[in-house]
């Protein structure tokens, strides 16, 4: 079990994938991001809903999402999360209302990988503040292989009681559709760089 001060604790890449400098990036990525992510893994033992592109492991200690062809993309969370399975039709209604969030500005960050390959299609969406975002790729209106969406309303909505926390859709490898709803907000971890400034 995670200790007591380790609870409600969250990793999130996302910011380090926002236009870097890509000469420097392995290195800081690990300098900043490496023995946190690999002492989080090593915590959060439990069930793997994984699919070809995407591992998610969710146990009792909290879970982690992460991409099989780019590991640096990583989130995290040490809150146990409710895991249920949705008809296809559900699963629509979901991924689109998370798009419509990120959208509405309701979303601070939303991550979409559609289909596996090379190039890989996929959404990336990282509102730094304000107005001001971050996009890569497009929305498309078909159910993806993986999204994860990081709500910051001021309300309720269909997808999260209390209008704050993440939600992940993955299709799992067996053809399954799984919402994951961890509602609220959890202490960020500071990377190297940040814990120093």
């Not at 989080?40 to 492991?57: C, H, T």
């Not at 780019?70 to 559900?90: K, M």
């Not at 996009?135 to 993806?144: D, N, Q, T, Y």
Request: aromatic share 12%; net charge negative.
């Amino acid at each position: 079990m995670i200790s007591t001060g380790l609870q409600g604790f969250e990793i999130n890449t996302d910011v380090a994938l926002v236009d870097p400098d890509w000469d420097e990036f392995a290195s800081e990525h690990d300098k900043r991001f490496g023995l946190a992510i690999s002492h989080f893994k090593s915590v959060i033992k439990g069930k793997s809903y994984d699919n070809e592109a995407i591992r998610l492991r969710v146990g009792p200690a909290g879970y982690y999402v992460q991409p099989k062809r780019f590991p640096a993309a990583f989130y995290g969370d040490t809150t146990p999360p409710t895991v249920e399975f949705v008809s296809e039709d559900e699963a629509l209604v979901a991924t689109w209302e998370a798009a419509a969030l990120y959208r509405s500005g309701e979303a601070q960050a939303l991550t979409v990988l559609y289909r596996d390959g090379d190039p890989a299609d996929i959404f990336f969406g990282y509102r730094s503040g304000g107005k001001r975002r971050y996009e890569l790729g497009r929305v498309r209106a078909h159910i993806p292989l993986h999204l994860r969406v990081m709500v910051d309303g001021p309300s309720d909505t269909d997808l999260l009681e209390g209008g704050k926390g993440v939600l992940i859709y993955q299709r799992t490898r067996d053809g399954r559709h799984l919402l994951l709803r961890a509602p609220g907000r959890r202490q960020p971890y500071l990377g190297f760089r940040e814990a120093l400034e």
